[in-house]
């Protein structure tokens, strides 16, 4: 889908690639699989992620095939800009755990000849938008929407449903934690918790 083009720095700006969807949708496998063809292409390549994600590995992006890139934990946004230097291509995993920084971290990684290839959360288990991935939305320049399959319906999945009482937004799961739910599982996954609520009360 992209060419892996070397980028002039001297002559030319580079871009944002966005890729996007609910969780076990395939957003970082996407990422890995473009970031290792960038550097079958010879490019200087940088991976980031946030400090925050251990789940599978403190120092990799690790999707839930197992594929594996290294990468440097970072604890905001503004740390990308130090690290990125001499990079033809800058990776970034969970984009949604990041500051609102981030997508202005990617401008001028961009404005500057690098081409920044994101993926994240669009929405969270409530099905809001999910911390900077709006903003990078909107000043991409190619989005990405991937899905996942419904454990419910079959079809093809949109939201991120949490399985357990926990109301922090930012909580780090696996299958055990989240299933990825079509629209009408998720509406009807909702309404029933709001019964048992109910219920209880």
Known sequence: MFLENKVNKHKSSGWIEVICGSMFSGKTEELIRRLKRSIIAK?????????????????????????????????????????????????????????????EVCNQLA???????VAGLDMDFKGRPFGPMPQLLAIAEYVTKVHAICVNTGKLAHYSHRLNADQGVVKLGEKESYVPLSRDAYLEAINQEEEEIKKQS
């Open 111 to 117: 404005n500057s000849g690098i081409r920044v290839i």
């Open 43 to 103: 490019q200087k390549v940088e991976i980031f992620k946030p400090k925050i994600d251990t789940r599978y590995s403190e120092d990799e992006v690790v999707s839930h095939d197992s594929n594996a890139i290294n990468s440097t934990p970072v604890s905001t946004s503004s740390n990308i800009l130090l690290l990125a230097n001499d990079v033809e291509v800058v990776g970034i995993d969970e984009a949604q755990f990041f500051d609102d920084n981030l997508p």
